[in-house]
């Protein structure tokens, strides 16, 4: 959000681009933590979600002048 100020008055807020995309949602098992799946569960869900993820990036990267940038995960 950018800021836009004048002496003795309060900062407005000026319009700026917010370019995004939205995904489909990444569907989660619901387990108690004391589960014995557990940890595999948070695993399996982490996993697809960095794969959505990077799968959304890839196919909409050029339209937002990101065509020649890989996506780098850490």
Known sequence: ???LTAPRKPPLPFKETLPMVVGAAVPVRQ?????????RA????HAAYMDALGSLYNRHRAAFG???RPLVMM
Do not use: I, Q
């Open 1 to 3: 959000l950018g800021l």
């Open 31 to 39: 387990l108690p933590r004391d589960h014995p799946e557990f940890e």
């Open 42 to 45: 948070v695993a399996d869900a």
């Open 66 to 68: 990101w065509g020649d």
